[in-house]
């Protein structure tokens, strides 16, 4: 008996100090990974990456602890216009041939209000590594009614300089702006 009562003990312990981590995929059909830039100082454009992939995991029904992983293929760069996508696939900026996928792995999270984070990590973008922060809404988890699945809702927006990945170097503002605005849009299911 006392021997059930010490095992029944540890497992408690142990139960107390575990938690359950989730992993969250993106549904594709709800999901878009965006930028924008300024061309000639005067107009946005627009386009999205159409072939990637994130995982979330956590343990905490807020996300405050989340790890967060994307990678996407750079030839699947879309801006609507043939031509421009043609370019944006070349060594003048993605050399896709060469940097076939771009990636960001968290490092760390930090709360900036109700439902906001603060996203830190690494991306690695045309063979460059930098540290980026990006600002992350965690926007709720239903359950879809059509797949009976828990669905989280989150949005990333955000800045970086493209001159500090070297992407298209031969092309300066007002041409093309530095800045490129980052927004993700995605539902992702566990």
Do not use: C
């Not at 905490?60 to 996407?72: N, V, Y």
């Not at 993605?94 to 109700?114: H, L, N, R, W």
């Amino acid at each position: 008996m006392k021997k059930i009562t010490i095992i029944l003990a540890a497992l408690i312990t142990l139960t107390a100090f575990t938690t359950a981590l989730s992993t969250w995929q993106n549904d594709d059909a709800h999901s878009q990974l965006g930028f924008t830039v300024t061309h000639l100082g005067i107009a946005d454009v627009s386009g999205t990456f159409n072939d990637f992939d994130v995982t979330i995991k956590s343990s905490k029904p807020d996300f405050s602890d989340a790890s967060i992983e994307l990678t996407a293929k750079t030839a699947s760069i879309d801006t609507k216009v043939e031509p421009r996508d043609n370019h944006l696939k070349s060594a003048d900026f993605f050399d896709v041939e060469k940097f076939p996928v771009m990636s960001f792995k968290s490092t760390s999270i930090k709360k900036a209000g109700k439902n906001k984070y603060k996203l830190t990590g690494d991306l690695n973008l045309h063979g460059i590594t930098k540290q980026v922060t990006m600002d992350l809404r965690y926007k709720g988890t239903v359950e879809n009614p059509m797949s009976k699945k828990q669905t989280a809702g989150f949005q990333v927006t955000g800045v970086i300089n493209r001159t500090d990945f070297n992407l298209g170097s031969g092309f300066p503002p007002p041409m093309i702006s530095n800045e490129v605005r980052i927004k993700a849009d995605g539902e992702f299911v566990q």
